[in-house]
């Protein structure tokens, strides 16, 4: 029988997890998954992720040889040393980081690397959907937050501490009539392009249906004044926000995630006119900015390529 | 008798250019410099450097052995493809470019590389200056205009079309009344914070001395009140820019060429207070900003640079 070579995907979020195995093309031969007890701490959470893991392995023995396992997380990470801090998201996790990478592979004796989700997600965007061919591709995810992972010179860029891609907390006001971010900065991008800015700004411009960033863009598909201005603000800025990516990096390609998935045109269009307002020509001729292609199965493939991309790097370091 | 490897650095700018003979480890052997016909355009341009070449060559005879060539030119290129692209300073080239890298190699028969400016002079800071010892380093030059090298994971970050790096345009006031840049776009930092707009912004507010930047810095230290606020208000925004480099990219070390070596503390305490405000405090605590170290030497082992890091990059590109 021919037993595949498989990897071993751990995709931990807030409100979900799974484990999967995939082979290194991509091909999803299991998957597991359950919520995350993410309100009774890093201990729970860490027993939920093994426990998902040896029910994969299990369901490895009649299926193929699992080479190592890559953990794609929500939270953010020391990619070089595996280790996870914590996040709105994930409470009570050790502020000095916990060796999730290590831990893992401890438990299940597999080499095992870990990514952060926006940074994971950029990979698999780049090795399996709108980042294919790319040398330098910059991804953004416009969830609850706004992330990014970089793809620079066909190397995911990790910044000097483990750290950067902070795409969401630059400043795209100075004015004195900033919005205030959560992050504690003022006229952050995020305060005006996350799902929830775009809701709440919708709602201050009297916006009344449902609370989400879908329902919002389903009523300025249907007209609606406030919905409308909401995603215009978002386009403004998020254009502005992209225009300082270019400038700074001259990526060929943009991938939009989350949010510009679900609002299409209606947030692609203005994002795509400031971004040209306010970056050279020379940096956006040649520039495309394109909606995520992996949809559902984005997830499984960063924690596929949180571990694909780090084997592929001669110097990586990987826990085992 | 021992003789020495050497390499041919050819700094083009658009006041003086110069040839040297330099070893991979940067000591100076031979340099003769010239003033640049700028304003007799690119043919004239080229013989005057292709002939200052041929005397370093000559002189190398007694020396030792030229294994290759490094341009470093004042002027956008395209380091790839060995192109050179029109500047201010250097009017008269053609738009389409000009293959400077193999008009130089097949005039000399050497291998040869080029790099625009910033970028050779931020390899050069990397490897023999304030980058010493730096994966992830910016080297802003804060000249005319405002340009920067990213090193980043060791390696010169280039740009899909042969730019980016451009942080003197990214937009640090985004108010209606930001001012507007030579480049059209408003708002950029190089407004605020190159040599000119400091002495322009200092003239603005009542500054009667000589108009250089040199001039104003020595102004300001005698208590000048119009010299002192241009360089508040160029650090304020300086350290505006650099909260957007440090939030994309998590550099570990920002090293400050040209007006920052002249102006001294009077324009890094500011800008390092206002980096500090709009930069998370995860991203800036293990951060150094730091003065360029190369001084006088920068322009030629720049243009050493632009050799030794394409031949140090397995899949460079060098005309030959």
């Keep these: 029988m021919n037993r595949d070579r498989l990897i071993l995907g751990i995709d931990l979020g807030g409100t979900k997890s799974a484990a999967t195995l995939q082979t290194s093309g991509g091909e999803l031969r ?37 080479s190592g396992c890559g953990i794609s997380v929500g939270a953010p990470a020391d990619a070089a040393n595996g280790v996870v801090y914590p996040a709105p998201n994930l409470p009570g996790w050790s502020p000095i980081g ?38 330098t591709m910059a991804f953004l995810t416009q969830g609850t937050g706004i992330g990014s992972g970089l793809v620079l010179n066909g190397r995911l ?11 969401g907390h630059i400043c795209v006001d100075t004015s004195d009539e900033a919005r205030v971010c959560s992050c504690g900065l003022c006229g952050c991008l995020e305060a005006y392009a996350s799902g929830p800015s775009v809701v709440r700004i919708a709602a201050e411009n009297g916006y009344r ?3 989400s960033g879908a329902a919002v863009a389903e009523a300025a598909r249907g007209g609606d004044a406030a919905a409308l201005a909401a995603f215009a603000l978002a386009a403004d800025k998020l254009g502005r926000g992209l225009a300082v990516l270019v400038m700074l990096l ?9 949010l510009a998935i679900h609002a299409g045109d ?9 971004l040209r307002r306010h970056a050279w020509k020379r940096l956006t001729e040649d520039l495309t900015v394109v909606p995520a292609q992996l949809g559902d199965r984005a997830q499984d493939l960063a924690a596929l390529c949180a571990y694909l ?11 085992q």
């Design 30 to 66: 299991y998957r597991v998954a359950t919520s995350t007890p993410a309100q009774d701490g890093s201990d729970a959470v860490v027993a939920t992720l093994i426990s998902l893991a040896r029910n994969a392995l299990q369901a490895a023995n009649d299926l193929g040889t699992v």
């Design 98 to 135: 916990t060796p999730l990478a290590r831990i893992v592979a401890d438990a299940l004796n597999l080499p095992t690397c870990l990514e952060n989700d926006a940074d994971a997600t950029a990979l698999a965007e780049w090795r399996f959907g709108a980042g294919r061919g790319a040398e």
């Design 157 to 167: 860029h990790r910044g000097a501490f483990g750290a950067g891609g902070e795409i």
């Design 209 to 211: 249906g449902e609370q």
């Design 250 to 258: 001259n990526p060929e390609r943009i991938v939009l995630g989350t």
């Design 266 to 274: 209606l947030l692609l269009t203005g994002t795509e006119s400031s």
């Design 309 to 319: 991309s780090r084997a592929d790097e001669s110097n990586g370091t990987m826990s």
